[in-house]
């Protein structure tokens, strides 16, 4: 009985322990299943966060690309257009003095026209993410023309992938002419909808202020700044995009083509790399041979121009959006540049991506404020405060009058500066941009030449500027100064270190034309060679335009007339040969050194 009894036990012994082993497996099968179940979830989310970031789309919209195609009309498919007669003269010259552009001839151009797709061809089957940011659209406008306004609005309305649009918000700066009238707004807020919103400023702030204002109303993940004078091509939005959702911490910007201020031609532009001079002038750099050859992918852009570009909306509060001491506008197209690239980011131009722009007539002094103030001054001088470190010093050399100018306080700048760990100024220019300084040495390299230029055949003649304004021609020879190496400024000329025969203010000798006795004129500096790249050979005493692997043409006075052409070179005569003031030998020796391998750095 005692056997069985214990026999019993341990059967129940045992089965007890298989029981205990049993729970002790389906525990740790639940908490590896529960674990793993959780994991799936995670990574499904994960999956579903990248929004299929592995998978692609073609964002065309090729029905608005048919339809576009069909478009016939004034001014349709970018082609130039002009006014038809019977318009009064006055009151066409009376449009063009409010705007600078021929107003009369928009107002006949369809708000919807069709624009050339001049992309790369590569760039019309590339596909991008499936999922891209919610993106807000954030336009300023002030006194613009309607017409303008209206063909900015349904070109980004008609060629934006509406499921991308999160919202167009439409700036009204202060207004006064003409008045953004109530009927017109509500004509768009009838064709956009909700879409589309409208802050209106009470009082005057500027384009940087009112930027700042559209973005604090903005809701989307990337912010699009345009400028309120453009037209978009179709599928320009995915590729400004896609970098930004690659890495965070960049902004992108777009090719800009040109709209001409008289006919409305829409003109293919290149694409570029943006710079700056040391007046704080925005310059264009040719792109890198790396970034040529690797077409029509993004490639850095040093500095942007500053009135389009795409950037995250929480990177641009992360480095303090828009200094808002800046004013109207000038300077913070520097300082956002800066600050991407001193703090981190990064800051591409893509091809892929096309808007044109409306440049006004060059002549045509736009009035931003009613103010007397030199707010660009003062705007260039605080960005140097901040974010030039020891290079402030050659910015005030080139523009001394920045000097006396008070920027107020910095110190909140200063201190985002410090607690974003930003980089020195020199890093960005020797990283960043070191063909900028190439170009535009921070101190300028002696000149080839400089002084008077002083005829052979009539010695008592130098070339005389005589004041003229730039855009014109010149050719005139007057009695020399009394001093030919530092003549009165009319006759002061320099053959500087970019080949160019200059004055003062970046005001350039240039050749427009290869026929004989052509005109020489003024002009503003390129920077690009060509037609302003001269050459003084002090041996023949030639003075000779054109780059060396072309045909040239050299300088020739008519003493008679004192008038001065271009013709080609002949070593025997006379009166193509120059004195220069001042020449400094051993320079012009070593004139053409290096010249073919730094070309794209002329």
């Known amino acids: 009985m005692f056997l069985k009894l214990s026999g019993l036990r341990i059967k129940i012994h045992r089965k007890h322990t298989l029981l205990q082993v049993f729970l002790i497996c389906v525990i740790l099968i639940s908490i590896y299943q529960l674990h793993t179940r959780r994991n799936g979830v995670q990574e499904t989310q994960s999956k579903a966060d990248n929004g299929g970031r592995v998978e692609w789309r073609d964002w065309h919209d090729y029905v608005a690309i048919a339809r576009d195609a069909e478009r016939e009309g004034i001014g349709e498919q970018g082609r130039p257009a002009a006014l038809p007669s019977g318009y009064d003269k006055e009151v066409v010259a009376a449009s063009w003095q409010v705007y600078g552009f021929n107003a009369l001839l928009s107002e006949q151009i369809s708000v919807e026209r069709a624009v050339p797709d001049f992309r790369h061809s590569r760039c019309l089957s590339m596909t991008y993410y499936k999922v891209l940011p919610k993106t807000s659209i954030i336009i300023v406008h002030r006194n613009e023309h309607p017409s303008v306004l209206q063909r900015t609005l349904h070109s980004l309305w008609n060629r934006t992938p509406h499921e991308l649009l999160h919202e167009l918000i439409l700036v009204d700066d202060f207004s006064t002419s003409p008045p953004f009238e109530a009927s017109l707004e509500q004509k ?136 808002e001491a800046l004013e109207v506008w000038g300077g913070e197209q520097f300082e956002l540049s800066f600050k991407i690239w001193m703090c981190g980011g990064r800051l591409l131009e893509v091809p892929c991506s096309r808007f044109g722009h409306l440049y006004r007539d060059g002549k045509f002094a736009v009035k931003y404020t009613n103010g007397t103030d030199d707010y660009q001054g003062k705007n260039f001088k605080r960005v140097a405060l901040v974010w030039l470190d020891e290079y402030q010093d050659v910015l005030y050399k080139y523009n001394p009058e920045l000097v006396q100018i008070d920027v107020g306080d910095v110190s909140k700048r200063r201190a985002l500066r410090e607690r974003l760990q930003c980089k020195p100024f020199k890093w960005f220019l020797d990283t960043i941009a070191p063909d900028l300084v190439r170009k535009y040495p921070p101190f300028a390299p002696p000149n080839y030449a400089s002084g008077a230029i002083q005829s052979v055949a009539a010695p008592q003649l130098c070339l005389d500027l005589m004041q003229l304004p730039v855009e014109n021609p010149i050719g005139v020879l007057r009695p020399c100064s009394s001093n030919l190496k530092n003549p009165i400024d009319s006759q002061n000329w320099q053959l500087t270190f970019h080949r160019h025969l200059q004055q003062e203010k970046d005001y350039c000798l240039e050749v427009q034309s290869n026929e004989p006795n052509a005109f020489i004129w003024l002009w503003l500096c390129h920077y690009e060679g060509g037609n302003q790249f001269w050459y003084y050979d002090h041996q023949s005493q030639l003075l000779m335009q054109g780059e060396p692997w072309t045909e040239r043409r050299c300088l020739e006075a008519n003493v008679n007339s004192r008038r001065l052409y271009m013709n080609i070179c002949d070593s025997s005569n006379v009166n193509m040969k120059w004195n220069f003031g001042l020449v400094n030998q051993s320079l012009l020796d070593n004139f053409f050194e290096g010249l073919q391998a730094n070309e794209e750095m002329k």
Do not use: C
């Open 188 to 323: 768009l807020l009838t064709k956009f909808g909700t879409k589309l919103k409208i802050l209106k400023l009470s009082v005057h702030q500027g384009l940087i202020r009112a930027r700042v204002a559209g973005a604090r109303l903005a809701t989307g993940e990337a912010l699009v700044f345009l400028d309120a004078h453009v037209e978009a091509t179709h599928n320009w939005l995915p590729p400004l995009l896609q970098p930004i959702v690659d890495n965070p911490q960049a902004s992108t910007t777009p090719n800009i083509d040109i709209i001409d201020y008289d006919t409305f031609e829409y003109i293919e532009g290149t694409p570029a790399r943006g710079g700056f001079d040391w007046n704080f002038v925005y310059v264009e750099l040719p792109l890198l041979p790396e970034e040529q050859a690797a077409l029509p992918a993004p490639h850095n852009n040093p500095v942007m121009n500053g009135g389009l570009f795409a950037i995250g909306a929480k990177f641009f509060w992360h480095l303090g959006a828009y200094d």
